[in-house]
């Protein structure tokens, strides 16, 4: 069991990517609070968790009863986070919280985005998703299907962990330094969008 855990934690830690989602999430959330800031991480993880839970679970047969193949997520996953990732680029994110600040007068406003983009499909995307059926499947037992969700479990807390800490650290560079690094993760975040939909072209016409 101890091999099934350290091979569950390892593929979805890659597969989530922690680290590579925390500077994401501190430029997504450059406006908001310290503690909406850590609200929106706990949140995001929670969702993430239970959205993941629940393919491991009852995944397989959701899909086959909706007639739906797995490549169809990593395609729709891929044209949302290449919306997210052109905003990141072109500071259209910027532009419109300065537009609602200034309609409010003033007053703080800050975009939740710890259901979307973050907790899916950030965080529960294709690969994820892909990944907690294809290790429940292969788990022997109830035991193994534990010992899995035990593995997505400690992953889900380090990656809250690294988004809590991301703000922080992105502030110690200042605000020049964090909007080139934020328009350089949203040229990677296109990369990796649009890898997700060649990928499901691929298999799907394959």
């Not at 996953?77 to 680029?89: D, P, Q, R, S």
């Not at 035991?143 to 988004?163: F, P, Q, R, W, Y």
């Not at 949203?186 to 016409?205: E, H, P």
Request: aromatic share 6%; charged share 15%.
């Amino acid at each position: 069991m101890t091999e099934l855990f350290l091979s569950a934690f390892v593929t979805l830690f890659v597969v989530i990517d922690p680290p590579g989602c925390a500077p994401i999430y501190a430029g997504l959330t450059a406006n908001a609070t310290p503690a909406a800031r850590r609200s929106m991480a706990l949140r995001a993880c929670l969702i993430a968790g239970i959205i993941l839970v629940g393919f491991a679970l009852f995944g397989e047969d959701l899909l086959n009863a909706m007639h739906i193949e797995l490549d169809a997520f990593r395609i729709a996953g891929g044209i949302m986070l290449f919306l997210i990732a052109l905003e990141m680029v072109f500071e259209k994110r910027t532009e419109r919280r300065e537009d609602r600040a200034e309609k409010l007068k003033g007053d703080p406003e800050y975009e939740d985005v710890s259901v979307f983009p973050m907790a899916m499909p950030m965080l529960a995307g294709p690969g994820a998703i892909a990944s907690i059926m294809l290790l429940t499947g292969e788990a022997t037992g109830m035991e193994g299907t534990l010992v899995v969700l035990g593995a997505l479990a400690a992953v889900l807390l380090l990656t809250m962990l690294a988004l809590m800490a991301a703000s922080p650290l992105m502030k110690v560079f200042g605000a020049k330094v964090e909007a080139v690094i934020t328009r350089l993760l949203g040229v990677l975040l296109a990369a990796l969008a649009s890898q997700y939909v060649i990928d499901g072209l691929r298999n799907s016409f394959s």
